[in-house]
């Protein structure tokens, strides 16, 4: 039988799946703190790792004698050595399609609480002499506004749906889905230079890459007191440029749950009140959670016995796969 590690606490389903796949014979390593030290010890037994947020590095996949697929528990694998892997021809899996409604919830919350002014209101009430707070009309309206949607997968196509519900007007960016034929005939594709000025509101939905794709001069080319949300990857959206446009009004709102670094002890967005910050967490609803942890634990089984769906495997192009 093949052993298993995981990396990372997983839902009580998922852990309920392990004790099921032990007694039936399989070989697990369960390790609950988040940091690549804590596992790196038992991967040379591993045929497979399902692994969270923490890195797996080169050097750790040095020591991955048996390994033969690395489960991601999410979509994103920034976090992850790839080209490390591809050299030994060890598989990278996601998840796909479990925590796409979660992550497009959360950026509609974020947009809101930002239009509305969610901590400033609540702080109002809660200091002592706050209450006239109010009458400074800060809060706005999303309704019949502008929203500008950067990668349209299907975080961002969710996203456009729950807009259409506050009557917003929908404009996407996505050079990648362009070129393989736009998916969606409601919403116009528009570049990023022509897409900036028009918006209300723009929500981030892209990969990360060797720059940020927000970064001062974008910043400069949007509507002053646009609302801001990024739920894509620390790094997409320059925090420094962000935060200063944040303190002079350009950006009027914004949400934020990924960092350059997490947690973000340094990040000039902490000292900034109309940024509503979160700990990384839009796909990590409860619901989420448990379908992550059990297509994770699958994924690695699945590509293990050949039966996984193709469209889920990252590095296909490698040769045992």
Known sequence: MPHLLVAGKLHPTGEAM???LQAQGLGVDYVEEVSEPSYAPLIHRADALVIRTQPLTAATVAQAERLRVVSRHGVGYDSVDLAALNARGIALTIVGDVNSVSVAEHAMMQLLAGAKRALRADR???APDGWNWRNRLEAQEISGKNLLILGYGRIGRHLARMAAGFDMQVRACDPFLEGKGWPDGRVR??????GLPWADCISVHIPKSDRPVIGAAE?????RGVILANTARGGVVDEAALAAALASGQIAAA???VFDTEPPAASPLLAQDNAILSPHIAGLTADCGERMAIAAIQNALQCLDGTIDPDLIVNRNILHV
């Open 189 to 194: 594709p528009v570049p990023l230079d022509e």
């Open 219 to 223: 910043i400069a080319r949007m509507k």
């Open 124 to 126: 109002s009430v809660r």
């Open 255 to 257: 949400g934020v749950d």
């Open 18 to 20: 392990l004790h099921s």
